[in-house]
């Protein structure tokens, strides 16, 4: 089957590159374009650890998706939350409480926890459990995952370091 | 693992879309693909065209027609479904949606992709190299099940959290082909075979799904290992239409949704009390048929069932 050339935009990057139909998104953001913060972890849609953000900033499963089927689209990857070196209020927020342990997850959880601030900026409980749902840690981090979200605000404007 | 080889073709209208449906032979159609890629990368779909619909705008959206129905385009995300302002008037429909997976799920996902998931068994959801030490199996065009032996048709059970309420409710489904269109009942809409598990047509399309009003009393339980991001062990949606129990629908525990007809024989008018709903729930066992595959006891399956109706009785008699 005939490689296309699709565009993609990735953390404000437009790309053009050339991809195959037996691509994944994921495939390609880490292959073609070596963005290997985005994980593979089951490669099912069970564990999240290969969640990027759309365009609206929803999270979503780059494992799952056909890379063809994003054509002309934008997402947002772990990569792309930090700022002139400085990170995201939610990543710094992941360093403070502690909420890593071996780190395989943690893209796929800080993505999570992005697209949940993305549609509410202070969630509640229930709020966080459902967005977090679709997203496991193995070593079990989940307790510290939920401080670091719910303490997000006090990372908010904080200087820079 | 890469995904077997295909063409990939996106349409911008629907009447593209039907025509790439006619035209060509061995189609899937995918739309948030949470479904299709899984089954892809497991080479249980392996399609020479993968056609996508998802964001068409002919099949997106929520909104109430003039005759006060509620509808919904196909390929709408359950996120969106969840979110829209019409759904306070099907608050079954909105639980059923947020029951499914999780919200990483529900924001590819879409209506028509859950109501037509293929069909899940314990033999054939594994991967490929697993199968092929026992073989293919009437899923792959092979006289054999290796779910119940003796089985002459395939057992794969029906996936949907969301036909039990839609079915419950009274639903029906628009199908387009690029010469015809057709509605029928959503309870019409599937067969007890888990191979071709829909009446679907090859060169036919799901375009909406269309809910009529109602104000009745309802319930809806999923029943599954963990609350979040699990396929269920068994799902029951229930209704009561002018203090009557007017609806029983178990999902997930046999090849297609199971109108429970014979518990609502046993429970007719009466009032809901224990002794009623426990002789209704007793009655339940009989309508299951053959009951095995996927993870749980033909035992435990029974039980479920059986928990599930009295649980659903109970909500229906304090509503």
Known sequence: MQRQVMTLTVNGDRHEVLVSPRQTLLDVLRGQLGLTGTKEGCATGTCGVCTVNNAEGEALLSCLTPALEWDGEAVTTIEGLERDGRLAPIQQAFVEYGAVQCGFCTPGVIMSAQGLLNASEQPGEEQINDGMAGVLCRCTGHIKVKEAIRNVGRFRDAPAK | ?319
């Open chain 2, 1 to 319: 693992m890469h995904l077997p080889a295909h063409e990939f073709v996106k349409p911008r209208t629907l009447a593209e879309s039907l025509d790439v449906l006619r035209q060509a032979g061995n189609v899937k159609l995918i739309a948030g693909g949470t479904d299709v890629t899984f089954n892809m990368r497991g080479r249980l779909f392996q399609p020479d065209v993968l056609l996508s619909v998802r964001g068409l705008d002919e099949l997106s959206g929520v909104g109430v027609d003039g005759d006060g129905w509620l509808r919904v385009g196909a390929a709408t995300r359950l996120t969106d479904i969840e979110n829209a302002p019409a759904l306070g008037d099907w608050p079954m429909l909105r639980k059923a949606c947020r029951s499914v997976a999780s919200r990483h799920v529900r924001n590819m996902a879409t209506l028509g992709g859950n109501l037509c998931l293929d069909t899940r068994c314990w033999y054939t959801n594994q991967t490929a190299e697993w199968r092929q030490a026992r073989g293919p199996c009437l899923k792959n065009g092979v006289e054999a099940c290796h779910a119940i032996k003796t089985s002459p048709v395939c057992v794969a059970l029906n996936a949907s959290d969301i036909a039990p309420a839609l079915i419950a409710l009274d639903a029906e489904i628009l199908l387009a082909s690029a010469d015809n269109e057709r509605r029928l009942p959503l309870a019409d809409f599937y067969t007890a075979d888990g191979v071709h598990h829909t009446v679907r047509k090859s060169d036919e399309l799901l375009v909406a799904v269309r809910v009529p009003p109602t104000a009745d009393a309802t319930v809806y339980i999923k029943e599954t290992a963990r609350k979040g991001n699990d396929f269920s062990y068994a799902v029951i949606a229930g209704r009561k239409t002018d203090e009557r129990v007017s609806k029983l629908v178990l999902g997930c525990l046999s090849m297609r949704p199971i109108q429970l007809t014979g518990v609502l024989d046993v429970l007719g008018s009466g009032e809901l009390t224990e002794a009623l709903i426990d002789q209704a729930a007793d009655a339940c066992r009989a309508e299951l048929g053959v009951l095995t595959n996927l993870y749980t006891p033909a035992a435990y399956k029974a039980g479920l069932a059986r928990a599930l109706v009295r649980r659903a009785l109970q909500t229906l008699k304090e509503t």
